[in-house]
């Protein structure tokens, strides 16, 4: 199976820049997405395919990357962006989702 | 408007088979390009994902539990099924589905629904 790889945890300031990133074990192409879960809430998608911004999403979250390294950028970060960010791929079988990246605002 | 609600059991013992129904409304699972998978989370942990079904009956399974999934639908009564055989107390989690799209990324998901598995 392809492992996602993600930093398990990241704390910024409100008004910051933050970059969420996700290591492939092998190629995913850019079959890559990203999905945000608050806590005790389903997760909702934030950008399919490397780069798509999915509608109704604020134009703060962009996606970025393609192959094995990708990134996710929240800017301006705000306090409610406060959630878990999980990557997920489809390129190869099975589908598989990253371990998550816990976001704090200091 | 997209909406999915999963039900099902709630709690069962080992060994029992769980079947849980995924009822959805504001699409089609006879139009082209619509799938609808099945993904659970353990409390505190990831995601993981189960199975697809998609509009022209296809089928995918996680291999590490192909042998005891079985993923059905109901075009005309829009729902989803998904059976899990020989359930474990490591299965407990919560269960959600998802509508995904070609490009097999979930755009809607359901709320879930906790199943635990317990003696």
């Known amino acids: 199976d392809t492992v996602l790889t993600q930093s398990p945890a990241l704390a910024v300031s409100p008004g910051e820049r933050v970059t969420i990133s996700c290591r492939a074990s092998?190629?995913?192409?850019?079959?890559m997405h990203w999905y945000q879960q608050k806590p005790g809430q389903q997760p909702t998608l934030l950008i399919y395919l490397a780069s798509n911004l999915e509608s109704g999403v604020p134009a703060r979250f962009s996606g970025s990357g393609s192959g094995t390294d990708f990134t996710l950028t929240i800017d301006p970060v705000e306090a409610d962006d406060t959630a878990t960010y999980y990557c997920q791929q489809s390129w190869n079988d099975p589908p598989t989702f990253g371990g998550g990246t816990k976001l704090e605002l200091k | 408007q997209v909406t999915l609600k999963e039900s099902g059991p709630g709690i069962l013992q080992p060994s029992q088979t769980l079947s849980l129904t995924c009822s959805f409304s504001?699409?089609?699972?006879?139009?082209?390009?619509?799938?609808v998978g099945w993904i659970r989370q353990s409390s505190g942990k990831g995601l993981e994902w189960l199975a697809n079904?998609?509009?022209?009956?296809?089928?995918y399974y996680n291999p590490s539990l192909k042998n005891r999934l079985t993923i059905s639908k109901d075009t005309s009564n829009n729902q989803a099924f998904l059976k899990i055989t020989n359930m474990d107390t490591a299965d407990t989690a919560t269960y959600y589905c998802?509508?995904?799209?070609?490009?097999?990324?979930?755009?809607?998901w359901g709320q879930g629904v906790m199943v635990t598995v317990s003696s």
């Open positions: 092998e190629s995913v192409s850019t079959l």
């Open positions: 504001g699409f089609s699972l006879s139009t082209y390009g619509m799938c």
């Open positions: 079904i998609w509009w022209n009956d296809d089928k």
């Open positions: 998802a509508r995904c799209k070609l490009g097999a990324f979930f755009d809607y």
